[in-house]
Nanobody, 130 residues
Framework: VQLVESGGGLVQAGGSLRLSCAFSGFTFDDYAIGWWRQAPGKEREGVSSINSVGITHYSDSVKGRFTISSDNVKNLVYLQMNDLRPNDTAVYYC?????????????????????????WGQGTQVTVSS
């Protein structure tokens, strides 16, 4: 299983970025792909996730500003980030969890439990300047 993030960079507050996660090497029937972030000195935080039936979940801190989507033909998951703020600065990771329940309750639960995710990418840096 391989996950590769791209699209990070430096942006001013109020700007936008779109992150991409290219995933390959797994054929699970039910799965979730999540975006996580970790700022220096802070714990890893679940940002958003989408599962194999298209259900999505967002943390309260990004709801209304970030949008997750997937292209299952190209094996890509995107995170569109609008109205970026300095406290969005972090390394952003995508991760996948295999053989998961397909309801939003599980996505919500897993958003605070990174050990539920089996495979992780290397991360991409997002820096938002004030």
């Amino acid at each position: 299983v391989q996950l590769v993030e791209s699209g990070g960079g430096l942006v001013q507050a109020g700007g936008s970025l779109r992150l991409s996660c290219a995933f390959s090497g797994f054929t699970f029937d039910d799965y979730a792909i999540g975006w996580w972030r970790q700022a220096p000195g802070k714990e890893r935080e679940g940002v958003s996730s989408i599962n194999s039936v298209g259900i999505t979940h967002y943390s309260d801190s990004v709801k209304g500003r970030f949008t997750i989507s997937s292209d299952n033909v190209k094996n890509l998951v995107y995170l569109q980030m609008n109205d970026l703020r300095p406290n969005d600065t972090a390394v952003y990771y995508c991760a996948t969890a295999a053989n998961t329940p397909t309801d939003i309750a599980w996505l919500s639960y897993a958003s605070t439990n990174p050990y539920e995710y089996d495979f992780w990418g290397q991360g991409t840096q997002v820096t938002v300047s004030s």
